[in-house]
């Protein structure tokens, strides 16, 4: 079936790059998704790329696709101490916009 | 910047009652969905909403569950006669492509069943 696998963890220091990986078993799927969670919070959007691309720059933020690998990236650039949240990885399939969640990496920014 | 609002955000019931948990999804979208999260566990599907019906649920989503859009901008999950195990943090989520694109969610509702 569908799932979608991330590491819980991440520490890094503020000013390095952080990066986020994610893999998902579904060859079919059209769009996946970075997510972010802060504390006590809802799911904030922060990317999404459609599978036909391989990668998508916005701002301090880069999502790499490799789909032969079925693998999913999300770079962040000059980590701050405000990006320390957990971050999911989400992918469809379907029109109908069922997303499958990673159980997200906890990302912990140390000054 | 439009968002997905959800009411309460959190609620206390006892086992055996009826919840309704309510959202107000942005105005434009016409796609409409519920997740749940399990403390500690992983983002849930629970069903979507399109043209006014079910488009699709998981098996989570038995018959103690419902969704309803009474007007034409809120859409509601009910959750006949809650469980211990309903306890959760139920997301509502609203897209104007499906899922072709972005997937805006609200804050959350969090439910605890006593």
């Known amino acids: 079936g569908e799932d979608v696998e991330q590491s819980l963890f991440l520490s890094v220091r503020e000013g390095d790059s952080s990066v986020i990986n994610c893999t998902y078993t579904d060859s079919s799927s059209t769009y996946l998704y970075w997510y972010k969670q802060e504390p006590g919070a809802g799911l904030q959007l922060l990317t999404y790329?459609?599978?036909?691309?391989d990668m998508k720059q916005d701002q301090r933020l880069t999502v790499l696709l490799n789909k032969k690998d079925k693998h999913l990236s999300l770079r962040i650039a000059d980590t701050q101490t405000g990006d320390s949240a957990i971050y999911f990885c989400a992918e469809t399939r379907n029109q109908g916009g069922k997303l499958i969640f990673g159980q997200g990496t906890e990302l912990s920014v140390k000054p | 910047e439009p968002e997905v609002t959800q009411t309460p955000s959190h609620q206390v019931t006892q086992m055996g009652q009826e919840v309704i948990l309510r959202c107000v999804p942005i105005?434009?979208?016409?796609?409409f969905y519920w997740y749940r999260q399990i403390l500690g566990q992983k983002v849930e599907f629970l069903v979507s909403f399109y043209n006014n019906e079910i488009s699709e649920k998981s098996e989570i989503f038995d018959d103690q569950f419902s969704v309803e859009r009474p007007d034409g901008s809120n859409f509601t999950l009910k959750i006949r006669s809650t469980k211990l195990e309903d306890s959760a943090m139920y997301f509502c989520?609203?897209?104007?492509?499906?899922?072709?694109?972005?997937?805006?969610f609200g804050e959350g509702s969090r439910l605890t069943v006593l």
């Open positions: 989520a609203s897209s104007e492509y499906g899922g072709a694109g972005e997937l805006f």
């Open positions: 790329i459609f599978s036909n691309m």
């Open positions: 105005s434009n979208h016409l796609y």
